[in-house]
């Protein structure tokens, strides 16, 4: 892998945004704790279940939740974190804080450039 690749820009920004809002930011770190369900989440957060499920809504949007629905009950939907999407993530962050990609360059506008030309 190119240690200086650029970030997938548009999709970091999409996953940022899901991550931005605290009440997303505590359910992602609940799922990765395993596998839940809204009750659960919204037991150990002291949240509403209908609050819950509209998160999770924007994460699984986004991709980073995956939802299962119970085989023998299908109002159950079972929660949990998007391994794949989360490595991406992880790659795209570390591209982005990437200290290599961060160049020496002079502006070429300005009252500093015009006084010397």
């Known amino acids: 892998m190119d240690e200086t690749r650029p970030p997938a820009l548009p999709d970091l920004a999409c996953w940022l945004k899901a ?15 395993g596998v839940q ?3 659960e989440i919204g037991e150990s957060l002291g949240l ?3 609050l819950i ?4 809504r924007v994460l699984r949007q986004v991709g980073l939740v995956n939802g299962q629905r119970d085989p023998v ?4 939907i079972y929660y949990s974190i998007n391994l794949d ?9 570390c ?3 990437d200290p290599k990609r961060v ?3 002079q502006p070429t506008c300005g009252p500093r450039v015009a006084c010397e030309r």
């Open 95 to 97: 591209a982005f804080f």
């Open 53 to 56: 499920s509209h998160h999770l």
């Open 48 to 50: 509403p279940m209908n």
């Open 85 to 93: 999407a989360l490595a991406r993530l992880q790659r795209e962050l």
């Open 103 to 105: 160049q020496a360059r």
């Open 19 to 33: 991550l931005s809002d605290p009440t997303r930011l505590a359910i992602f770190e609940r799922l990765m704790q």
């Open 73 to 76: 009950d299908a109002r159950w």
């Open 37 to 39: 369900c809204n009750c």
